[in-house]
């Protein structure tokens, strides 16, 4: 593969898989955590026994906070793992028992977490000017 294609191929992961996650799965539960310092309950499932809030923070962590460095190409490599962390735990704890089909979106998200993980940002991403890496 020559390289404009590898550096737009992980251009188009990042800001795909990232900017999804972002907004259709970060940003509610973003609000589920404002929701909680609000007062409310936010019926958010314990996940590996660390409890509702602990589970939620650190799906909001990994869901809006890496996913912004990931749309951004900032510490891509490094930004990957707690999406990785999130999306295997979403497939096979969260859904372990639930048919292929609950499972599939999570193991979609999970495989471009691990290319971007392997691969990096490419050439278009800020860690690239930041780091001044080739």
């Given at each position: 593969?020559?390289?404009?294609?590898?550096?737009?191929?992980?251009?188009?992961?990042?800001?795909?898989?990232?900017?999804?996650?972002?907004?259709?799965?970060?940003?509610?539960?973003?609000?589920?955590?404002?929701?909680?310092?609000?007062?409310?309950?936010?019926?958010?499932?314990?996940?590996?026994?660390?409890?509702?809030?602990?589970?939620?923070?650190?799906?909001?962590?990994?869901?809006?906070?890496?996913?912004?460095?990931?749309?951004?190409?900032?510490?891509?490599?490094?930004?990957?793992?707690?999406?990785?962390?999130?999306?295997?735990?979403?497939?096979?704890?969260?859904?372990?028992?639930?048919?292929?089909?609950?499972k599939e979106m999570a193991l979609l998200y999970l495989m471009a977490y691990i290319a971007t993980a392997v691969f990096g940002g490419g050439k278009y991403s800020l860690d690239r000017v930041l780091f001044k890496?080739?």
């Amino acid at each position: 593969m020559n390289t404009l294609a590898k550096d737009l191929t992980l251009l188009g992961m990042r800001l795909v898989f990232g900017g999804l996650m972002l907004l259709n799965h970060g940003i509610s539960k973003f609000n589920r955590l404002v929701d909680y310092f609000n007062g409310e309950d936010v019926g958010f499932r314990s996940v590996l026994g660390l409890g509702e809030i602990p589970s939620l923070f650190l799906a909001v962590f990994s869901e809006v906070g890496c996913s912004i460095l990931l749309v951004l190409g900032v510490y891509t490599k490094k930004s990957s793992w707690p999406l990785i962390a999130t999306m295997f735990i979403a497939a096979f704890v969260v859904h372990g028992p639930d048919p292929l089909k609950k499972k599939e979106m999570a193991l979609l998200y999970l495989m471009a977490y691990i290319a971007t993980a392997v691969f990096g940002g490419g050439k278009y991403s800020l860690d690239r000017v930041l780091f001044k890496k080739r």
